[in-house]
């Protein structure tokens, strides 16, 4: 059996809490622009409308999209159901672009940092997110994420779970599938990601959705390592 | 003017010294498998053949290949004009693989760390080099390279001086040309990146081709800032 060289981590709920940190930045937004609504739940619906606007790319339905441009897309829908007008007197497009930018500024779980600095001394670090490459960049420079490589959906052309954005990373990398441990909180990804030759890590974030989470509480395959936090992880790989 | 928010660096030559450390890397070969050689100019010859290797797929008269695939066939061609068999009782496949990797262990100018820590404060930091993804994360990760992103002609699949190679890189990282600044100690980079929009940092390496050196020992054309070292590049942009 082969040794695991990289790790290879979902980012939006695995490394940071995107539902906290959009909740804030809308919070913000509102206030400045005369906008209420609740934002935790405005959070959520943004986050809805992820999956779905992915599906049209992954079937071909449209052509290769960044995550950005999606984000914005979803956005502007949002915003149209709050009643508010972009551009033409409404809210300026510099502003919206500003919320967008939102998902470069999410804050990691508490126990990221201190796991990652662990993990980094043994592994290679590479982010094989569906977040494109300058929001991974973006968000890493802010929060100090201290990745080697930021790989993943925006190299391959290609969203999560299809197989060319695993197995692109991989190649870019120069590894077998099986010298690669994919870290997330999502079953669905470690599925796909297993199916390939990763190896798989389950990371417990039963925050990731609040306090009424259902999907994802634990691991429902026979995942190489569950872990309850980067730091168990770590534990875990002996790093 | 639009800000400067990367630095994209050329690798080979303005990071690293990969003359002293592929002499090195020869030299250590060499005992080994009992190969008497002049190892320095074995490695200026393996640096001769890259840009012609380059050239063949840049013109398009085959397909795209990782620089490592480039290397290796140079590497062999090498070993040939030496009288070396590879594999059949020869030197292993194995051994050459291993050597062929010494350029995913080349040593940074002293400058570079010291240099590099300064710049990444205030700038994202990202590869733009002709070297394949798997290649520079190895090289930064055992030298301590502290990029924030590695990108550069694998990604775009197009070397250098190629357009594709500067403009996929500036895309990814969500900038336009005008917001990035090509770092490199070659005239023929800076002028191509110039070319397209970026703005252009010369850094004096005259050693990187020995005592001897009679190319890149000054700027050729009037770019942005001319530096000695990445610590002079810091002072210059106030980093």
Redesign the interface.
Known sequence: MSETRALTFDVFGTVVDWRTSIAREGRAFGERHGIETDWVRFADDWRGLYQPSMTRVRDGERPWMPL?DLHRESLCTLLGRLGVTVGDGGVSDAAVDELNRAWHRLDPWPDVLEGLARLKRRY?L?TLSNG????I??M??RAGLP?????GA??ARSYKPRPEAYLTTAE????APGECMMVAAHNYDLGAAGALGFRTAFVRRPGEHGPNQTADLRAEQDFDVVAESFIDLADSLGA
Chains 1, 2 share one sequence.
């Open positions: 950005d290679v590479a494109n490459v300058a929001l960049v973006n890493a420079k990745w080697d490589a930021v790989l925006e190299v870019l990398l120069g590894l």
